[in-house]
């Protein structure tokens, strides 16, 4: 970046440095709002001048939370459900991307195309007829019914993303491993596998992402049992349009947060390589 | 693909240039995006690899690994894909149209009684209906609104980014990735306290007493698209900047020493080469700005006063599922669909054109 600093003068650098920080605070406000509201004794919030701090932090609106409705299950279903479509999807695309990465065969482009297209196709449209099809499987009001349709939704960007992480194993580490006397099966599970590994990790974030956040199918399928209910859904439990109860809503939003927030910080590096690969692709 | 196998292995990972020390585990590296290659292989390094180089590697058949005689094996490998796709995707997608011609209302699904088969009948009503174009209309502008200031602030700072030393770029990357992560519905809620016309901090720094931001159409639309962009700027930033970093360095050195000011410079000089990643993250933002859901419902509360805030989307789930007229909702569905469809399809023409290989 040398190159870059040094056309830039002195002063102008100062400037774009501080309006930097200045919109990284803009940014993160939200955040910090989210957090301190979350930490506010219940007076401080509904209060007509809040203050940007709090003096006295307390934790009664994370008990409020965790004391009613069944928030803990609530978290354990929306982890069980963002897990499982992870772990699920991340397999499925391997190997497709394997097919269509180191394999010549014919409707290889077409099908390339159609995972394509199938990415654009606004999974929400789809809510009735799944709704339809899963009344049919007998999952409505289960957790399998807010798993399979995101296993679905986000196996062609997966596998759209994989792509470039499978091709960029050399090809002559797999004559190697044939010459050796490996299997098929042993290649793909032992050598690729473990190579491609950083590369599902980074994929696994979009899955992770759109399952953990997933609002509408959470509130089209769960109609009934709340006992199936993921988060998002138990978090409008607090917000009522007309009083809505911000410090336990915050506190709530500060749960369901946190989780994204790990996973994000820990895969971000191959989370900006992998989207590199994904865009130039 | 050089490039990802550089940055993406471990090992290689330049996490070394990271003056922030102190800084938690692996976050430095958000700093240290591809270093621009030696010029031995700038075409391979650079975003595109179109404008300034041969493509490698277009699909030469010697090239490929022995595994590709592999007869039906590509397709065992594919058959748990094809088969969830298959079941869950392109079934629904045949059901919502065939739904969206039937009559299909409370009656069919829980009453037992037969469907009957409608032709056009259920297009011929939405398209009669006043609400409808108005939605159909509120919806373009608002995409169209989202994603212009989306890319605006998400390229004005990625390029703000490559202009400021370790210490603020990490502080800004890191706030970005904050918002990023943040669940739909956890921002929507965040947003809609700190604007709350009673307790929200803007009225009161901005002095509006009890103004409602919820109140009045546009300026609810105004509340959501500011959330909105608030997440979705972060993905175009580091994409962008991602893709800047992998410009060669000597291509903007000779454009600076020509005296080619910093705009001229974007305009004729980046923005060219990075067109492919320009044309990627415009595109997902079409996408994903056209089918906004949890914002609205949750923001204006299942589309505004008298559905003054609907959507697309947010009127097809209020026609299914609120009044269960499941084939006129289907029939919206179709409409966003088809719409999608152009989209995607003109993708598909601009990534032919710059000649990428599937």
């Known amino acids: 970046m040398s190159f870059v600093l040094r056309s830039v003068r002195r002063p102008w650098r100062l400037a774009a440095e501080a309006s930097a920080l200045l919109i990284a605070a803009v940014v993160a406000f939200p955040l910090y709002w989210m957090v301190l509201s979350a930490f506010k004794p219940a007076g401080e919030i509904e209060s007509t001048r809040p203050r940007p701090w709090t003096l006295s932090p307390s934790l009664d609106s994370f008990r409020r939370v965790f004391g009613q409705q069944e928030f803990g299950r609530y978290f354990l279903n929306s982890l069980v459900v963002a897990i499982t479509v992870v772990a699920v999807s991340a397999l499925i695309a391997f190997l497709a991307a394997t097919a269509v990465t180191r394999f010549r065969f014919r409707f290889r482009t077409t099908l390339l195309i159609m995972f394509l297209i199938a990415q654009m196709v606004p999974v929400e449209a789809l809510t009735i007829p799944l709704f339809f099809q899963m009344r049919d499987f007998g999952q409505l009001n289960t957790l399998g019914a807010l798993i399979l349709p995101h296993i679905a939704f986000s196996l062609p960007f997966a596998i759209w993303m994989l792509r470039g992480f499978v091709k960029a194993v050399p090809p002559a580490l797999e004559e190697a491993a044939y010459i050796d006397g490996a299997s098929r099966t042993r290649f793909l599970w032992q050598i690729l596998f473990p190579l491609v590994l950083p590369g599902l990790v980074a994929t696994s974030v979009f899955s992770f992402i759109s399952a953990w956040n997933d609002f509408l199918f959470a509130k089209s399928f769960i109609i009934s049992d709340t006992s199936q209910s993921t988060l998002p859904m138990a978090l409008l439990v607090f917000y009522k349009p007309d009083d809505p109860d911000w410090g336990g809503v915050m506190a709530g939003s500060t749960v369901m947060t946190i989780p994204v927030l790990i996973f994000f910080v820990l895969v971000q590096r191959r989370l900006v390589s992998g989207l590199g690969g994904a865009v130039k692709d | ?358």
């Open chain 2, 1 to 358: 693909m050089s490039r990802m196998t550089n940055r993406s292995l471990p090992g290689s990972a330049p996490g070394t240039a990271a003056p922030g020390a102190g800084a938690p585990g692996p976050a430095p590296s958000l700093m240290a995006g591809p270093r621009p290659g030696t010029g031995a292989e700038p075409a391979k390094n650079a975003p595109s690899g179109g404008p300034w180089g041969p493509r490698t590697g277009r699909g030469k058949p010697g090239r490929t690994s022995p595994l590709a005689r592999g007869g039906w094996t590509p397709w065992l490998y594919l058959a748990p894909a094809l088969v969830v796709i298959g079941g869950l995707l392109v079934y629904p997608v045949y059901q919502l149209g065939l739904i969206s011609f039937l009559e299909y209302t409370q009656a069919q699904v829980s009453g037992g009684e037969p469907t009957t088969f409608q032709g056009f009948g259920n297009y011929a009503t939405l398209f009669r209906d006043e609400q409808f174009w108005q939605v159909l209309l509120a919806t373009v502008v608002f995409a169209a609104a989202c994603v212009v200031s989306t890319l605006a602030v998400g390229c004005a700072l990625a390029v703000l980014l490559t202009r400021v030393r370790a210490v603020p770029r990490l502080a800004l990357m890191l706030a970005a990735l904050g918002a990023w992560a943040t669940p739909a519905v956890t921002g929507s809620t965040v947003w809609l306290l700190l604007f709350d016309p009673d307790f929200g901090p803007v009225n009161r720094v901005l002095g509006l007493g009890d103004h409602s931001w919820t109140y009045d159409r546009f300026s609810a639309f105004a509340l959501v698209l500011l959330e909105v962009v608030w997440c979705s700027f972060p993905f175009v930033m580091v994409t962008v900047y991602a893709g800047i970093r992998a410009v060669p360095s000597e291509v903007l050195e000779a454009a600076s020493l020509d005296g080619a000011s910093q705009w001229r410079v974007w305009r004729s000089v980046l923005a060219p080469m990075l067109r492919p990643i320009l044309v990627v993250v415009t595109i997902q933002s079409v996408i994903w700005d056209f089918k906004v859901f949890t914002q609205i419902y949750v923001m204006t509360n299942g589309g505004g006063i008298a559905g003054q805030n609907l959507v697309l989307n947010v009127y097809a789930y209020q026609k299914a599922f609120a009044s269960s007229q499941y084939s006129l909702g289907s029939a919206i569905g179709v409409v966003m669909l088809l719409i999608l469809l152009a989209v995607t399809l003109v993708y598909l023409r601009l990534l032919r054109k710059q000649g990428e290989e599937l």
